[in-house]
C-alpha cells in the first residue's frame, strides 16, 4: 500500500485495488454506522434467509443486504415501495468491486411510533377482557345473507361475490360502502357495523386489501375496535394479507387471513350441503330399515312368547300332550299284548308236547285200568284184565287175554 501513495508508477492488482478501497471504507467511523432513509426496490428474498434490496431516492441509489442473523429483528415483510430507515455500515464486497449497505436494523419510517400505539393499545384491551374467548360467537354454519362493510370500489368485495356465489349463489351478499382508510374510515366502519346489525343478515364481513400500518390503521382505531367486540351479530375480520394482524382480528369473533378466505369461512358450500344432505337421508333410511327390521323381530319374538302364554295355546299344548301320551300308551298296549301273545305261543306249544291228547292225534291211544290209572307197562296188565283204550274220535273197552313182555 506504501507503493501506491508513492507513485503513479506502481502496478497493482485488481484484488489489491479493492482490499485497499476496502480498508479506506472501514478506517472510516461514519460508514462504520450510518442511518439512511430511503424507498426500497429490487427487493429479493433468497433462500439462504438473506435479502438483498435497493434503496433509492428521488437522485441516486445504493445496494443493501441483510444477513439472515440479522433478520430475527425485522419486524414486517419488507415489499417494494416501502418507506424505510436503515441502519448498517457501508463496505466494499472485494469481489464484486463494489460498494454497498450492510444492514442490521431496519424500520419503517412513521411506523415507529404506530407500533408503538398499537402495541399499547392492544395490550390495555387485552387486560380489560376485550379479546377473551368468551365474548366470541359462533359463526352460523348455515346463512341467507352476509353484510360486507368495504370499499365499493376495492377488490375486497368482488373477491367475496366470486367465492359466495360459487359455494352457494343462493347467499345474498349485502354491501355497505364504508371508506377503510384515511380521515373518517373508523366513523363509516362503525356506521356499517350498527346498519347490519337492525338488519337480517345471519354474519358480517369487515375488511380491506393489504397496506402498511398506516393503511390499515384505522382497523386499529378503539372505537372501531369496542364496535366490533359489542356487536350482537357474529363478525368476520378481513383485513390485509395473512401477515397483516389488526386488532379488529382480536375482537372479531372470526379472523380470515383473506378477503377470499371470510367468504369460504361465511358462505357453507351448496354442493357440499346437497351431497350431506343426500347422505343423510341414506343413512336416515337405512337406520329406519334397520329399526324396523329389530322391531319386527323383537315383534315377532313377543307374539311367540304370548302365543305360549295364552290360555288357549295352553289347552292345546295339553291337548297336543295328551294325545302323544295316549299315542304312547297304546304302543306301549300293544307291545305288552304282542310279547304276551308270543309267550303265549310258546306256552302252548310246550303243553301241545305234554298232551295226551296231542299225543293220540298221532295214532297213539290211553290205555287205563278199571279205576282210570294209565296202564303204561305190561307189567301193570294181568290177563283177562278189563281196560279202556281212548283215541281221538271215542273210546273202547277191552280185555286182556295174553301178555308177552320184551326181551
Not at 92 to 115: F, H, S
Not at 147 to 152: A, D
Not at 242 to 253: G, K, Q, R
Not at 348 to 362: A, D, F, I
Request: hydrophobic share 35%; glycine share 8%; charged share 25%.
Amino acid at each position: 500500500m506504501e507503493r501506491m501513495r508513492n507513485g503513479a508508477d506502481t502496478i497493482c492488482s485488481v484484488s489489491q485495488i479493492n482490499q485497499y478501497i476496502k480498508n479506506l471504507f472501514v478506517r472510516d467511523y461514519t460508514l462504520s454506522r450510518v442511518r439512511i432513509q430511503g424507498e426500497i426496490s429490487n427487493c429479493k428474498y433468497h433462500s439462504s434467509g438473506h435479502i438483498y434490496f435497493t434503496l433509492k431516492d428521488e437522485a441516486s441509489q445504493i445496494s443493501c443486504v441483510m444477513f439472515a442473523g440479522y433478520k430475527k429483528g425485522l419486524d414486517f415483510h419488507m415489499e417494494e415501495g416501502q418507506s424505510v430507515t436503515v441502519l448498517g455500515s457501508i463496505s466494499v464486497y472485494e469481489r464484486d468491486g463494489k460498494y454497498q449497505l450492510y444492514a442490521r436494523e431496519i424500520t419503517r419510517q412513521g411506523a415507529g411510533k404506530l407500533y408503538e400505539e398499537y402495541e399499547k393499545r392492544k395490550k390495555r384491551l387485552l387486560e380489560e377482557g376485550l379479546f377473551d374467548e368468551k365474548r366470541k360467537k359462533v359463526i352460523p354454519p348455515y346463512v341467507g345473507a352476509i353484510g360486507v362493510v368495504t370499499s365499493r370500489t376495492g377488490a375486497v368485495i368482488q373477491d367475496i361475490c366470486n367465492v359466495s356465489h360459487r359455494r352457494n349463489p343462493y347467499v345474498r351478499i349485502l354491501l355497505y360502502p364504508a371508506q377503510v382508510q384515511g380521515e373518517g374510515a373508523a366513523k363509516t366502519l362503525i356506521a356499517g357495523i350498527r346498519y347490519f346489525e337492525n338488519t337480517d343478515v345471519d354474519t358480517i364481513i369487515i375488511g380491506r386489501g393489504g397496506g402498511s400500518i398506516e393503511d390499515l390503521w384505522s382497523f386499529n382505531e378503539e372505537e372501531v375496535v369496542r364496535a366490533v367486540a359489542e356487536c350482537s351479530k357474529p363478525i368476520i375480520s378481513a383485513v390485509g394479507h395473512e401477515t397483516d394482524t389488526t386488532l379488529t382480528d382480536y375482537a372479531a369473533d372470526m379472523r380470515a387471513p383473506t378477503p377470499s378466505a371470510a367468504a369460504e369461512l361465511a358462505v357453507y358450500s351448496y354442493r357440499d350441503f346437497e351431497l350431506g344432505l343426500k347422505d343423510a337421508v341414506y343413512n336416515l333410511q337405512v337406520g329406519i330399515r334397520h329399526v324396523l327390521k329389530m322391531k319386527s323381530l323383537c315383534l315377532a319374538r313377543y307374539e311367540v312368547a304370548l302365543s305360549h302364554l295364552s290360555p288357549q295355546d295352553q289347552i292345546r299344548q295339553k291337548r297336543l300332550y295328551l294325545a302323544d301320551s295316549e299315542e304312547r300308551l297304546r304302543r306301549l298296549m300293544e307291545q305288552k299284548l304282542t310279547s304276551a301273545k308270543h309267550q303265549m305261543a310258546l306256552y302252548v306249544e310246550e303243553l301241545k308236547g305234554l298232551s295226551p291228547l296231542y299225543k293220540l292225534q298221532g295214532g297213539y291211544s290211553y290205555v287205563a285200568d278199571e279205576k282210570g290209572d294209565n296202564i303204561h307197562s305190561v307189567k301193570q296188565l294181568r290177563e283177562g284184565q278189563a281196560l279202556s283204550l281212548t283215541f281221538t274220535d271215542g273210546r273202547a273197552d277191552v280185555q286182556v287175554k295174553k301178555i308177552t313182555p320184551d326181551d
